[in-house]
């Protein structure tokens, strides 16, 4: 499947749109606002002056400048001073050399969202720009963005799976529809487009819809543009909800989360303050997997250096310097890495075929199991699933990958209690239930693919079938600090299971979801957009991390919270 997103309500704007007749029936009309004076520096609404409205003096004349005058400029600037059109106007006018008019104004500061037409072109005359930044006006169909766009789409996966289908394939520029604008937590703003990829010409069959963001920093400057993520037409209402949502609009206290960010350090986004604040202070390298104590106190984290060697480090919160655990970790990132309740000990995967422990005070590591098959994981990198502790920290639950999963005791000499050993990965995933002694796996070795409740002896006291949540190898699960359901992350959806009823809802189909978390109250679950990113060497693809969305745990509300990231977590404590 291909990809998610959005719209926002405006919060002060404009005109409608004029008609275009070339518009597919398919795309959406942009926002229909009415126009409102601001205080605000740069255009407002004071610069709108539709030349198709038929209350507008002298929009004929200006029409006609466009196809009987030579000095273009001058004809348009004359005709609307005629027809005493505001100098703002005017003044946006001959910033685009007569080219385009204002006819729409969505107030988002700093930098805003305008809809322009071009009279002079013979189709697509409608089209938006974003205006009073950095530069002040932003085009979303650049020519020179254009290229930038397709450089961000030729790194998708799911578009070169599109150009296998379809080899026509072209993304059009012109063609684009305004979804939302979030503001984000570094102070930010992040305005979406999305943009039809056609079968070969701008009239053709639309194949899929790309939602890209351009991005600009507090002081309102443009620093990038990229693809999010890719929908076919069937998806596309499902993902621009992702963009529906500003996140910094959040009224109620909805608490903290922890991620890893884009310059490899750990992260703690305040939703409630719409603050960050990095944890770890990364001179060189980067962090891999992370995980906390259960009061919140002690940070693991596994330090992938420059050089691609392996530590692990722990931090104690509110200390500067961590401690180095293990230096030269032959670590196998496809397993994962866990800290104990207690903080006492880290679970890590190592050689491909080892469940190992690491105490904390000595700094002893000791093999607490090996597998029998060819290794440890999941098969996706840089995700917390493969290894779960129980929340005694007596038991260590271990995803084996092609072996199946087992259920270490860890109390004194570690020992497997439980093992759930089919080949091919067919039994993964074992995460424990926070209070009650029950073990939640995935298990799809047979034709009716399952979510397994087991006891610590290894006894099923339930097998939930749930078709609408598209178990298999790339699953990860997480359960309700409440115990009462469970969130499935897959390739196709987020899902949560109700443990009594088994039923099961999909609150973000068609997304692929994965490293999911809940907040303390059930309310909300945080988790990581799964898109994939194909190599330069064209046949490798690797999960791109630059999403974490945010959804009611009742589907009401889906956000993308605009931060590049992975492994988010919820986190229970105050940081200064």
């Known amino acids: 499947s291909l990809d998610d997103s959005a719209v926002l309500s405006p919060t002060a704007t404009t005109t409608a749109q004029p008609p275009d007749i070339s518009e597919p029936p398919d795309t959406p009309e942009p926002p229909d606002t009415t126009a409102t ?135 059009f520029i012109w063609n684009n529809q305004f979804e939302g604008v979030q503001r984000l937590p570094t102070g930010g703003q992040r305005f979406i487009l999305s943009y039809g990829l056609r079968d070969g010409c701008h009239a053709c069959e639309v194949l899929a819809h790309a939602f890209v963001a351009f991005v600009f920093d507090s002081d309102g400057a443009f620093r990038e543009v990229y693809v999010l993520a890719l929908a076919v037409p069937e998806r596309y209402e ?145 995700t917390k699933r493969g290894l779960s502790w129980s929340p005694d920290g007596q038991y260590l639950a271990a995803d084996m990958y092609d072996s199946g999963s087992v259920v270490l005791s860890v109390s004194e000499v570690p020992q497997p209690i439980v093992q759930f050993l089919f080949p091919n990965n067919q039994v993964n995933n074992p995460v424990f239930a926070p209070d009650d002694p029950l073990i939640a796996w995935v298990d799809w070795s047979g034709a009716q693919r399952a979510l397994v409740l087991t006891n610590y002896q290894g006894d099923t006291t339930a097998r939930l079938l749930v078709p609408d949540c598209s178990l298999g190898p790339n699953t990860s699960l997480a359960w309700a600090p409440s115990g009462r359901q469970i969130a499935v992350t897959t390739e196709d959806g987020l899902c949560v299971v109700d443990v009594e009823t088994g039923r099961a809802t999909n609150l973000v189909p068609g997304q692929g979801t994965w490293n999911v978390s809940w907040s303390d109250d059930d309310a909300w679950i945080a988790f990581q957009f799964l898109e994939f990113r194909q190599s330069s060497s064209a046949d490798v693809m690797s999960p791109a991390e630059h999403g974490i969305g945010l959804v009611r745990s009742d589907g009401s509300e889906i956000m993308d919270l605009g931060v590049y990231g992975s492994m988010p977590s919820w986190v229970s404590r105050e940081f200064d």
Request: proline share 6%; net charge negative.
């Open 37 to 171: 004076d601001t205080d605000q520096e740069g255009f407002g609404p004071s610069a709108i002056w539709d030349p198709y409205d038929q209350d507008t003096p002298g929009g004929k004349e200006v029409r006609d400048c466009y196809f009987t005058e030579t000095e273009l400029l001058e004809c348009v600037l004359a005709a609307m001073a005629d027809a005493s059109a505001p100098s703002a106007a005017l003044e946006f006018v001959e910033m685009t050399d007569g080219e385009a008019l204002m006819v729409s104004f969505q107030e988002s500061g700093p930098v805003d969202i305008a809809g322009v037409v071009y009279p002079g072109r013979a189709n697509r005359n409608f089209q938006y720009t974003m205006v009073n930044g950095t530069p002040p006006i932003v085009r979303a169909d650049d020519d020179y963005l254009h290229d930038e766009i397709r450089s961000s789409l030729l790194t998708n996966a799911h578009y070169h799976s599109l150009l296998d289908r379809f080899p026509e394939t072209r993304l």
């Open 238 to 382: 499902s993902t621009r909800r992702r963009f529906q949502t500003d996140p910094l609009s959040l009224a109620e206290q909805v608490g903290s989360l922890s991620y890893i960010g884009q310059d490899g350090n750990v992260w703690i986004l305040d939703l409630d303050d719409n603050r960050q604040q990095p944890i770890t202070q990364l001179s060189d390298g980067k962090v891999i997997s992370y995980d906390w104590s259960s009061d919140y106190s002690r940070l693991a984290y596994v330090k992938q250096r420059d050089d691609w060697s392996t530590e692990i480090h722990l931090l104690e919160v509110g200390m500067s310097e961590p401690q180095l655990l293990l230096a030269a970790v032959d670590y196998n990132p496809y397993g994962g890495m866990a800290l104990s309740p207690s903080g006492r000990q880290v679970a890590f995967t190592a050689d491909y075929v080892d469940v190992r422990l690491l105490d904390a005070q000595t700094k002893r590591a000791s093999t607490a199991f090996q597998a029998p098959g060819v290794g440890l994981g999941p098969g996706i990198p840089t």
